[in-house]
Nanobody, 128 residues
Framework: QVQLQESGPGLVKPSQTLSLTCTVF??????????WSWIRQPPGKGLEWMGV???????FYSPSLKNRTSIARDTSKNQFTLQLRSVTPEDTAVYYC????????????????????WGQGTQVTVSS
């Protein structure tokens, strides 16, 4: 059973960088053909896929966020991270990390159930 756990600060000031970590238990980031995503849900809105890092370290980002987003991994800790630069209050959301089924990348999720595994989510508020 794979488990994912998000962690990071719950409050970020405007113009700063939001940094979150997803720790993976019961599975490896380097297992072939699995892709690990960051998704967010602003209040009152649907899910927004932000980007993905694959088993081979490949990264791909949402076109609307690619200029501000970086995803990286530390395989020794079995963690992958999200950095979102120059945040504004519009970046306030619950942030989730998730894993797709093998060989797939879900970029337009309607529900977290579109992924095979996902974390409980972490609330991030952007406010001065």
């Amino acid at each position: 059973q794979v488990q994912l756990q998000e962690s990071g600060p719950g409050l970020v000031k405007p113009s700063q960088t939001l940094s979150l970590t997803c720790t993976v238990f019961g599975g490896s980031l380097t297992t072939d053909y699995y892709y690990w995503s960051w998704i967010r849900q602003p209040p009152g809105k649907g899910l927004e896929w932000m980007g993905v890092i694959g088993y081979n370290g490949f990264t791909f980002y949402s076109p609307s966020l690619k200029n501000r987003t970086s995803i990286a991994r530390d395989t020794s800790k079995n963690q992958f991270t999200l950095q979102l630069r120059s945040v504004t209050p519009e970046d306030t959301a619950v942030y989730y990390c998730a894993r797709d089924i093998a060989g797939e990348v879900t970029t337009t999720p309607r529900s977290l159930h579109d992924y095979e595994y996902w974390g409980q989510g972490t609330q991030v508020t952007v406010s001065s």
